[in-house]
Structure formats: C-alpha cells, structure tokens
C-alpha cells in the first residue's frame, strides 16, 4: 500500500470536494439567503433565552410565508437541475458522435469531454436536496413552535380558569 499515493488522492478528494461545495454553496445561496437569515434570528433569541410569546406568534405567522417562498424557489431550483441535466446529456451526446474509434473508448472519450457538465449536472442536485432539507426543517421548526404556542395558551387559559377569569 502506498502511503504517498493515498494521502495525495485524499487531499484532492478534499480540494474538489471544497471546489464543489462552494458550488453547491453558490447556487443555493440565492435561494436560501431570507430563509437561513430568519432561521438564524431565530436561533440567535433562543440561544438568549429571549422569546416571549409574542414573539412566538410572530414566527408562528411569518415562518409559514419564508416557507412558502422557499418552496417556490425549491422549484426553481428544481427547472435548473433538469437543465443541468439536460445540458450534460447533449454535451455527451455531443461528444460521444464527434468521437472516434471503438463503443467503449467513445464512450469513454465522451465521459472524459463531459466532466464539468457532470459537475454541474450533481451540484445543481446535491443544491436541491439541500434547500429542500432547509424546507423540510424549517417545517420542523414551525410544528415546534406552534406546539410551544398551542401548550402556553392551554396553560394561560387553565390558570385563568384556576382564578375565576374565565
């Protein structure tokens, strides 16, 4: 086993990895920009300890609406993807008829003159999956929320009860 040899191909791993995510990064980020803002605002006052119930509703009513616009954008990434995808598939095509020789070295040949367009092709749908994570967590987030406003009014309304006020 060459020691040399593994820690040179684990070092470009991590290079192209950090090119790709910066990739990834670049295109999600347009996406994500007001979505990951409110999410952080939000994670900024819980590690204050400082959300009142006001505040709460507030989230419970405006954390919907990022959602939805998140959503929207989900779809946008997802036209982006299937065009990467598309773009890849006619530059391969591409590729593999302007190639010459035997079925496997034009395929080969292809792969090879078609390694950016995969790039993109597998950025644009590791983006995808990721804004819809963010999506599906923000989600999480609401129920959490809307769970720890539905259990502040049963508590208020039962001590109301408890004192005549209701």
């Known amino acids: 086993m060459d020691k040399e040899k593994i820690k040179k191909l684990l070092d470009d791993l991590d290079n192209n ?18 979505l990951d803002e409110y999410i952080e605002n939000i ?6 300890d400082n959300l009142s119930d006001v505040e709460l509703d507030r989230i419970t009513v405006e954390l919907p609406v990022y959602i939805y616009f998140a959503n929207e ?17 006619e530059a391969y095509s591409n590729s593999y ?8 070295e034009r395929e080969s040949s292809a792969e090879l003159d078609t390694v950016e367009e995969e ?15 963010k999506v599906e967590k923000a989600e999480n987030i609401y129920t959490g929320v809307k ?12 001590s ?5 006020d209701g």
């Open 17 to 34: 990895s950090n090119s790709v995510n910066k990739l990834v990064d670049s295109i999600i980020g347009k996406y994500t920009k007001d």
């Open 43 to 48: 994670r900024d006052k819980i590690n204050d």
């Open 73 to 89: 954008k989900l779809e946008n990434l997802g036209v982006e993807s299937d065009l990467a995808k598309s773009m890849k598939s």
């Open 97 to 104: 008829l302007n190639a010459e020789g035997t079925i496997p």
């Open 119 to 133: 790039v993109i092709e597998k950025a644009h749908r590791r983006a995808y999956k990721k804004l819809q994570q």
């Open 147 to 158: 769970k720890v406003v539905d259990k502040r009014t049963r508590e208020l309304t039962l």
């Open 160 to 164: 109301n009860m408890t004192r005549g």
